[in-house]
């Protein structure tokens, strides 16, 4: 009788998600463009596996089980690594889930903007506010 467990599944059912799942999924392999310029994939990988199983009772003494195992494996690319001469840039895809990833996407953008448009209106001149025009302090 072969050896069937909860745990032998759940171990076999491991084993086989970290045969399919390993660095260079996630980090993939470097595609040469030209001497100066490499890119590199980057994708997220979501996996989730479950397993149980029983022991049924039997009038014979004879060992009776009843089990099954999965594991489901998304696999989706996030962005690319571009190496041009010596500088690395991210290039990020832009397809977002749901709204909250495209909230904290947009974060960086909105700094941006905010950081721009305050530093602008500390450089733009005070007008009828005071008689005399006061002088711009720059401040860094």
């Known amino acids: 009788m072969k050896d069937q467990s909860a745990e032998k599944i759940l171990a076999t ?3 086989r ?15 040469t463009v030209n001497a100066d310029i490499t890119i590199i994939p980057i994708s ?4 989730g ?5 029983s022991d049924f009772p039997s009038k014979n003494n004879v060992e009776l089980f009843g089990g099954g195992g ?13 190496c041009n001469k010596g500088e690395v840039t991210i290039k990020h895809i ?8 495209r909230a904290v996407n947009l ?4 700094f941006d903007k905010v950081t721009n448009f305050v530093d602008r209106k500390k450089q733009a001149p005070v ?6 025009p006061q002088p711009i302090v720059e401040t860094e």
């Open 107 to 110: 974060i960086p953008e909105m």
């Open 94 to 101: 832009t397809a977002s889930d749901n709204a909250a990833e």
């Open 13 to 15: 059912t491991i084993e």
């Open 49 to 53: 596996f479950a397993s149980g199983g």
């Open 127 to 132: 007008e009828d506010v005071a008689e005399e």
């Open 17 to 31: 998600v970290r045969d399919l799942v390993d660095v260079s999924t996630i980090v993939g392999e470097p595609i």
């Open 44 to 47: 997220k990988v979501t996996y």
């Open 70 to 82: 999965g594991a489901g494996i998304t696999i989706n690319p996030v962005a690319f690594l571009v």
